[in-house]
């Protein structure tokens, strides 16, 4: 096992193959899993749309389980978490942070109440 975790990056997650130690550190883990979600805090997040998503993530990884822990592996979870997040803006259960510091709308624009 290296000391330097795998990590996968994408726009909204960030997994690696550590544990988050007491003083924050990571530690490189053979068989663990930590997910950083939204570290630009892009979207403003709901505890039930939180827990759909740590759901989802803990749903791939059982479905990865005996896989090795390796950077493909660890990008299709990514991936497929990346494209989770897109399908809850789209249906409206996850909403932009309005007060972020950049907003690019990196998962399409906003949805906007219709007017009449």
């Not at 068989?31 to 749903?59: G, H, I, M, S, Y």
């Not at 592996?73 to 897109?86: H, M, P, S, V, Y």
Request: aromatic share 6%; net charge negative.
């Amino acid at each position: 096992m290296s000391d330097t975790p795998l990590k996968c990056t994408t726009r909204h997650v960030r997994i690696f193959t550590a544990t988050v130690e007491d003083n924050g550190e990571l530690k490189a883990s053979d068989d663990k899993l930590t997910l950083d979600l939204d570290p630009d805090n892009e979207f403003e997040w709901d505890q039930p749309v939180l827990a759909k998503v740590q759901q989802r993530f803990a749903e791939l990884v059982d479905a990865a389980a005996g896989t090795e822990l390796s950077d493909y592996n660890l990008r299709r979870i990514g991936t497929d978490l990346e494209g989770f997040i897109r399908q809850l803006l789209q249906a409206g259960e996850l909403r932009y942070n309005l007060g972020a510091r950049v907003l690019n709308y990196s998962m399409g624009l906003p949805r906007t109440p219709e007017t009449l």
